[in-house]
């Protein structure tokens, strides 16, 4: 069960595998704000927020949690855009304040993360800032391009691998769907080929739905963009999962998902197919559209 602190600036997001992390806000927004296919941070003008506000908040923390929360998680979108030594100041605070606090965690942008030195990310991970999440979206560049996210896929890869040598896990995102009916197994190959290159330690498949106020939502209402239909997004992950040669844990289990999945690759690989390929041939039920979500 989440702990919150009080007087959280809404929306929240974080994680789900965060769901019972102490979640400090030390940004809010996303600095980026400018991915066609999310809406989670418009309505918000972005800050860094004031380490004495911080300080506040995890006083606070200490009396809801007793004085002990093992998981911490840093929001808001990207708060690893703090530059390090603002970073090392909110991670020693976080320390003091909950000696026993065996993982930071924080979302991340592939820009990011390349902005600082190996010294610097070293630095970040003796201070237990130990998995950082990151949207690769898609390992298609001309996908990537046009949904605006920020960072190439040569970027992003370069800031996963480099992020992972300083003993930081790294948890990469793919969003099904992404690359629309047009592009849909361009996009799972390239995709594959990325987290191939990358080798992170956790995969995460999550089915794009849009959301009102992001630009690719108005797309598909002008009839601009089509998402593939649920048989061709269970066809589509087939197609990635084929293509993943790396040892990386996959999960493919969040709610939006039609078939969920979860497994350690390789060795889990072939499971994992036989349920897609039963998916696909009707053997295995989909997940209802009314029980699938963001």
Not at 20 to 37: A, E, P, Y
Request: aromatic share 6%; hydrophobic share 40%.
């Amino acid at each position: 069960m989440m702990h919150p602190v009080p007087l959280y600036d809404e929306p929240l997001f974080r994680p789900p595998s965060e769901a019972d992390s102490l979640i400090l806000q030390v940004t809010l927004g996303c600095s980026h704000n400018r991915c066609s296919f999310c809406s989670m941070y418009r309505v918000k003008r972005f800050r860094a927020v004031p380490l004495q506000e911080i300080e506040n908040d995890l006083e606070t923390a200490l009396r809801a949690w007793g004085g002990h929360a093992p998981r911490v998680f840093l929001a808001d979108g990207d708060a690893m855009c703090l530059s390090s030594s603002k970073l090392s100041e909110i991670l020693d605070r976080v320390n003091a304040k909950l000696p026993r606090v065996q993982r930071i965690g924080i979302y991340a942008n592939a820009r990011d993360v390349l902005s600082k030195t190996d010294k610097e990310l070293g630095e970040l991970r003796r201070r237990k800032l130990k998995i950082l999440y990151m949207g690769l979206e898609s390992g298609d560049p001309e996908t990537l391009a046009r949904v605006d996210k920020g960072a190439t896929v040569d970027e992003i890869v370069e800031a996963v691998r480099r992020a992972q040598a300083a003993d930081m896990r790294v948890s990469v995102m793919v969003l099904i769907g992404l690359g629309g009916r047009g592009r849909s197994q361009e996009h799972a190959r390239a995709s594959a080929e990325a987290i191939n290159r990358m080798e992170p330690a956790y995969t995460a498949l999550l089915t794009y739905t849009p959301t009102p106020a992001s630009p690719l939502y108005e797309e598909m209402a002008r009839g601009a963009f089509e998402l593939p239909d649920a048989m061709q997004s269970v066809q589509e992950i087939h197609t990635l999962l084929t293509g993943l040669q790396c040892k990386t844990y996959f999960t493919c289990n969040h709610a939006s998902n039609y078939v969920p999945l979860k497994g350690m690759l390789p060795s889990a690989k072939p499971q994992l197919l036989a349920a897609l390929q039963g998916a696909l041939q009707g053997r295995v039920k989909l997940k209802p559209e009314f029980l699938r979500g963001l």
